[in-house]
């Protein structure tokens, strides 16, 4: 879910900082999640988590009344980056010019790695939509709250 330049910008400068989210934010992150993807979600690099609490704020002021299965997708739309090893710098080369490396194509290609990753044990729901395949309001919200 790439978005406009000043979001990338916005981005690169929030996640400059790997520090853990806040034991609220992980809180509200179990709440939602299943046992397994609270896992996976945990697998993620901490300024992911942080991202994807953000995510699902702005989604639930976009959704108020959005399924568990679609505010899991917020939570866990970016958890197929957890599958490469790319740092700060290495993400942001890698939306710069693209992959040039294995590293960088897992990190670009991070919503189908991560579609898969939960496919076992989410709704299908929460994978279409971290799949960036659906197409209807739920997914623009998702999109709208990730581009924010």
């Known amino acids: 879910m790439r978005g406009s330049l000043v979001h990338l910008v916005r981005r690169a400068f929030t ?13 509200t992150a179990r709440a939602v999640l299943n046992e397994a993807e609270f ?4 697998s ?9 609490l953000d995510v699902l704020a702005r989604f639930d002021s976009l959704r108020p009344a959005a399924e568990t299965a ?7 739309h970016d958890v197929g980056k957890a599958a490469g090893s790319l740092g700060w710098a290495g993400r942001i080369l ?10 960088m194509r897992t990190y670009l290609d991070h919503e189908r790695i991560g579609a898969g990753m939960i496919a076992g044990v989410s ?6 939509l971290v799949s960036g395949e659906c ?3 739920a997914a623009a919200a998702l999109r709208r709250a990730d581009g924010a």
């Open 123 to 128: 709704d299908p729901r929460t994978v279409g």
């Open 70 to 76: 679609e505010r899991a997708a917020a939570l866990l």
């Open 15 to 27: 996640s400059l900082s790997n520090h853990e989210p806040t034991a609220r934010g992980t809180d």
């Open 135 to 137: 197409r209807d309001d």
């Open 39 to 42: 896992a996976l979600w945990c």
């Open 44 to 52: 993620m690099q901490a300024r992911d988590r942080r991202h994807s």
């Open 94 to 103: 890698a939306t710069a010019v693209g992959g040039l490396t294995a590293g």
